[in-house]
């Protein structure tokens, strides 16, 4: 059986192991205030190019999603996002749990847009009942998708003159943005990333870590006493060197972005395979993640073999379905997908 369920399936790179081995019988501080962390700050400053920015490890997305948004909203306060946002679909009320409203914009193939932003924030302040709605103070979005694809640099311009104009943080989440960036489709660098954000993260998890996402906090009214908000919501690691040994790996010698490439190209040799094949896709992710449509009947045979993430149905007789490649996926493995179908 070859799994394609997500990109988080394997443990991590052998070059992450490989350091935590070395690393293991040292004695450090705990709680991140380390000297690895303190390592992994500056790299990730340097590769971003903020070097006033602050920089905190968590262990995984949920729980980054639901501190940043917390610690920035007021009480009364909710945050927008797409219908298939990962904190309005996948994380189950983490948001809400901390007592916040997900505000839900319908987007088109996962993304939202500008004109949708100030819809949503011009009617709330327009409306004679205002103060009875709960109120957007913030605008999330995912970088890729839910459904891998991708905004431009214009496009994320375009909305952080919205949040600016209303002042209002935007908050990108980067759970799969090593596999954004290294699509041929993007025209952005990390450092745009950086530039555009009030705040965003570094995926881990998904690119190739054991653990972890890197939050990176530009708004300075953002920044105060963050670590309080991380450890009142679980997320301060004992062992924070186990967080930053993992990024300041990822970090070397170009590393995250080289394993992301590489996902990204096993996912178009089998888009396009797919495609050859006649098969239809739900949306045109130009990333790590691939949603064909299959036959009831083909979804059963492959899932034989293989294991995949039912996504939608389409109809009575077809079903849309996700493959997602990762750093440790390879040619024999997608090679075997394609003759199967």
């Known amino acids: 059986m070859i799994l394609f369920y997500s990109d988080y399936l394997e443990g991590c ?3 992450i192991l490989k350091r935590l081995q070395q690393t293991n019988l040292d004695q450090t501080p705990g709680y991140g205030v380390d000297d690895y962390c303190n390592q992994a700050r500056a790299i990730i400053k340097e590769v971003c190019g903020t070097p006033d920015a602050d920089i905190h490890f968590l262990v995984g997305g949920t729980q980054t999603n639901a501190t940043v948004i917390s610690s920035a909203l007021k009480p009364y306060q909710g945050v927008l996002c797409a219908t298939t946002g990962h904190i309005n679909a996948h994380e189950t009320g983490a948001v809400e749990h901390t007592g916040h409203k997900v505000l839900a914009l319908e987007g088109k193939d996962g993304k939202i847009n500008a004109s949708q932003v100030e819809d949503a924030l011009s009617a709330q302040h327009n409306d004679p009942s205002y103060e009875h709605i709960v109120q957007p103070g913030m605008l999330y979005i995912s970088y890729p998708t839910e459904l891998g694809t991708i905004y431009s640099k214009q496009e994320l311009i375009d909305i952080k003159k919205v949040c600016a104009k209303w002042d209002i943080p935007l908050f990108i989440d ?53 670590r309080y908000n991380i450890k009142q919501n679980g997320g301060m690691l004992a062992k924070g060197r186990l967080l930053g040994i993992q990024f300041a790996t990822l970090f070397t010698d170009n590393l995250y972005f080289e394993i992301a490439r590489n996902a990204n190209r096993l996912a178009d040799k089998l888009r396009n395979a797919l495609k050859s094949k006649g098969y239809r896709m739900l949306a045109e992710s130009p990333t790590n993640q691939v949603f064909p449509i299959l036959s009831d009947e083909k979804a059963e045979e492959l899932a034989a073999s293989f294991g995949f993430e039912e996504w939608g149905r389409i109809d009575n007789s077809h079903t849309a379905v996700r493959f997602c490649t990762s750093w440790a996926t390879t040619d024999e493995q997608i090679d075997s997908l394609i003759a199967a179908l």
């Open 13 to 15: 790179h052998p070059e």
């Open 174 to 226: 980067g759970a799969r943005l090593g596999y954004g960036l290294t699509s041929s489709k993007c025209d952005l660098t990390i450092k745009d990333i950086a530039a555009i954000a009030d705040v965003f993260y570094i995926g881990g998890t998904k690119q190739g870590a054991l653990f972890g996402e890197a939050v990176v906090i530009n708004k300075e009214s953002l920044k105060k006493d963050f």
